[in-house]
């Protein structure tokens, strides 16, 4: 072992594994503690399962950054679980400490009352949709979901109409299968359900089904599914507000779900200790805000309600909130208060759960991108990827910069961490051994099964 810099990196997807890679081209070791046995996290878990080929690609990349040289990955170690921050930055003696843990916790509804309801009638979207996308392997033991009729979803991005989405493709591959006509989610997702409805000459209302409603706070004009140039002219923002429109109506075209615009929940109505509906009050957008109505209170009952509502980090013992997000003394580097040199990476910083935002902010923290971007194809998907990769080097000069200033580990030092880390591999049973560490942990997937059938 040479002297040098070590740095610890908890969690190894996007941001984290972006991260590893560009500290081991400039030379620095780093161990990349991953909560899960895979590296991947919401490309597994939040990207829903019909996005396979993006999935996989971007996956291969995680996988090429974590088998850089000088890369440790520790899987199946969680900070606050496993490990506590500060015996991390004490006891340990990293260099530094990057968190990349993601945002892995639903934002809580505003509205109170309808957490007591969570498995009653009322869900988050986190583990809907982590159901969704393993739901179908043999050994799936998580959550399960039952698909009802006239389902509600909260929301109003991207998100949430995922969710819409996966309601509408359950419910009417279920209702389908009843009748003997098969049809798998990808070919529902891809074709979209209204044209295979039309093959199959049937109707949502022949199949016994009205559908499901997102009900959001703000116009359609308002969804952030766009973005709208910062000094934009009237004429550019009318532009946007129309292209808002148009991605909206031709979601509802496709899939067939409803929305009801400028409405937030208030209250829910529960019978027998169960959640059955929601009383929603009507809203208004004045310069920006949403303001709500006085007195405009609807009563609406539904066997399952989901809140869509977006992602915030889990809270950690030791690390300071802001609000929902870690308290950031520095948004250049990310740097959390209180703490010398720790940083916060992706959506460990700005609080949201939108893979393609976290690809954004692995590499340059900033509070102004993206929930105006709403990637509809995979090319999307790539040209943020990309982007993301050319803001690398800014976002880690920063960490370095703060690295020079700090002495070098000796050679000694860096043997010690070597070997706890080690320790800690063998622990969880990890060899070493990478490829068939992940090839052992992979999931079955949803395609394979429908190829060998």
């Not at 997807?13 to 895979?38: N, T």
């Not at 996308?133 to 033991?141: L, R």
């Not at 599914?225 to 532009?239: F, V």
Request: aromatic letters at 8%; glycine letters at 8%.
């Amino acid at each position: 072992m040479q002297s040098g810099y070590y740095v610890a990196i908890f969690g190894g997807s996007v941001a984290g594994a972006e991260a590893a890679s560009e500290l081991a081209r400039r030379g620095i070791r780093s161990a990349v503690f991953e909560q899960h046995a895979l590296p991947y996290g919401k490309l597994e878990s939040g990207l829903p399962k019909w996005h396979m080929n993006l999935r996989d690609r971007q996956e291969r990349i995680i996988d090429e950054k974590l088998q850089n040289e000088g890369v440790e990955f520790v899987p199946l170690i969680r900070l606050g679980r496993d490990l506590d921050i500060e015996s991390v930055c004490k006891a340990w003696g990293f260099s530094a400490v990057l968190l990349a843990t993601g945002a892995w916790r639903d934002r809580p509804l505003p509205a109170s009352g309808f957490d007591r309801f969570i498995a009653k009638g009322f869900h988050y979207q986190n583990p809907f949709v982590n159901w969704f996308n393993h739901n179908h392997e043999p050994d799936y033991k998580g959550q399960q979901f039952v698909m009802p009729d006239n389902a509600i979803i909260i929301g109003g991005g991207l998100a949430s109409i995922d969710v819409a989405k996966i309601v509408m493709i359950e419910l009417v591959r279920k209702a389908l299968q009843d009748r003997g006509i098969e049809r798998d989610v990808f070919t529902l997702e891809r074709k979209g359900i209204a044209a295979v409805l039309d093959e199959t000459g049937l109707s949502l209302a022949q199949l016994g089904l009205n559908g499901c409603t997102l009900y959001t706070r703000q116009g359609i004009r308002e969804m952030p599914l766009n973005a709208i140039p910062e000094n934009a002219s009237q004429e550019e923002i009318e532009k946007a507000y129309e292209s808002r429109q148009r991605i909206v109506e031709k979601q509802l075209e496709k899939f067939l779900f409803k929305i009801r615009e400028n409405y937030i929940a208030h209250k829910p109505i529960a019978q027998n200790d169960r959640l059955v509906g929601a009383v929603f009050q009507e809203t208004r957008t004045v310069n920006n805000q949403i303001i709500p109505v006085d007195g405009a209170y609807e009563e609406v009952y539904t066997p399952l309600l989901i809140s869509a509502i977006g992602s915030i980090p889990e809270q950690i013992k030791g690390l300071p909130l802001k609000g929902e997000i870690y308290d950031v003394q520095d948004m250049e580097t990310g740097k959390i208060k209180g703490y010398d040199h720790v940083f916060a990476l992706g959506n460990a910083v700005t609080g949201r759960g939108n893979i393609r935002q976290s690809q954004t902010h692995g590499r340059q923290v900033s509070e102004n991108i993206v929930d105006q971007y709403f990637a509809w194809q995979e090319e999307d998907y790539q040209e943020i990827f990309t982007a993301a990769t050319e803001r690398v080097d800014q976002r880690l000069q920063s960490i370095g910069e703060q690295l020079q200033q700090t002495k070098p580990l000796s050679a000694a030092q860096i043997q010690k961490l070597q070997d706890k880390i080690i320790q800690l591999q063998q622990g969880v049973g990890y060899d070493g051994n990478y490829p068939q560490w992940i090839q052992k942990h992979l999931p079955v997937r949803l395609e394979s099964i429908i190829n060998q059938e």
